[in-house]
Nanobody
Framework: VELAESGGGLVQAGGSLTLSCAASVVVGAINCMGWYRQVLGRQRELVAA???????SYVDSAKGRFTISRDNAKGTLYLQMNNLKPEDTAVYYC????????????????????WGKGTLVTVSS
């Protein structure tokens, strides 16, 4: 499975961005998908995750501001980010089927793990 993120950029605090992740397969065939972010020098953090059926999980800092969704027919995963804060600045990665994504959704890991190359989101104050 190949994943390609897009939609990152520079936005002012309080603004919005929508990230997209195009998959090389129909995303309905992928058990679970997630958006992670990483700041230089820090561990990659799971921000939001979603099952094939649409059940979601969010890190506390994203609740109420971010929405993860997937278009199973188009093969695309989305992350709508509203009310962005400077601390949201990071490289955002799309993931399919990592053990962390599965565990966040209460699912059994299927042994797979796929990542995109990331897209940079910069939020200015």
């Amino acid at each position: 499975v190949e994943l390609a993120e897009s939609g990152g950029g520079l936005v002012q605090a309080g603004g919005s961005l929508t990230l997209s992740c195009a998959a090389s397969v129909v995303v309905g065939a992928i058990n679970c998908m997630g958006w992670y972010r990483q700041v230089l020098g820090r561990q990659r953090e799971l921000v939001a995750a979603i099952t094939a059926g649409g059940r979601t999980s969010y890190v506390d800092s994203a609740k109420g501001r971010f929405t993860i969704s997937r278009d199973n027919a188009k093969g695309t995963l989305y992350l709508q980010m509203n009310n962005l804060k400077p601390e949201d600045t990071a490289v955002y990665y799309c993931n399919a089927d990592s053990v962390t994504t599965a565990q966040a959704l209460g699912m059994m890991w299927n042994g797979m793990d796929y990542w995109g190359k990331g897209t940079l989101v910069t939020v200015s104050s």
